[in-house]
């Protein structure tokens, strides 16, 4: 069962660890491990809030919290020009997703560019990254999107 302690405990130990995501003394070569593990701990937080309460509001700020995360990391892999580092594509995906649900398109492309190396596109480029990201996560590559299609038989 899920109750308010379950919540608090995960909330305060993804907090500690949360706290090194932004720290810019923390190794670069233990943060993509770091980010996947704090993003994963959102992702459960959130659901406990949904789940325990309905608590829609806290389900998307977690789920904010985690793409914020993810950016922060592929930020300071382009920074410091890391873009060989394992966890920058291994987990690539989910953050995005989390910005999808949570219903943070903006967040969520940021991340893409971030990912691909464009940052700052314009609003064509933005949405054909995330059309085909979107696609391709799916199982469809660029330009042959059927979105709906995956779901039915």
């Given at each position: 069962m899920i109750d308010e302690s379950t919540i608090q405990g995960y909330s305060y130990e993804t907090a500690f660890w949360m706290a090194g995501v932004f720290n810019a003394d923390y190794p670069l070569e233990q943060l993509g491990e770091l980010t996947q593990e704090v993003c994963a701990k959102l992702r459960a937080i959130a659901c406990f809030h949904l789940l325990k309460d309905g608590g829609v509001n806290s389900f998307y700020h977690n789920l904010i919290r985690s793409g914020r995360a993810r950016a922060a990391y592929l930020k300071r892999c382009m920074d410091e020009v890391a873009l060989e580092d394992?966890?920058?594509?291994?987990?690539?995906?989910?953050?995005?997703?989390?910005?999808?649900?949570?219903?943070?398109?903006?967040?969520?492309?940021?991340?893409?560019?971030?990912?691909?190396?464009?940052?700052?596109?314009?609003?064509?480029?933005?949405?054909?990254?995330?059309?085909?990201?979107?696609?391709?996560?799916?199982?469809?590559?660029?330009?042959?999107?059927?979105?709906?299609?995956?779901?039915?038989?």
């Open positions: 394992h966890f920058r594509a291994s987990g690539r995906y989910a953050a995005v997703c989390d910005c999808v649900a949570a219903n943070d398109s903006d967040l969520a492309v940021r991340i893409i560019e971030l990912f691909s190396g464009r940052v700052h596109a314009g609003p064509r480029v933005r949405g054909r990254l995330l059309l085909r990201s979107a696609s391709a996560w799916i199982g469809y590559g660029p330009g042959r999107a059927r979105f709906g299609s995956a779901c039915s038989t």
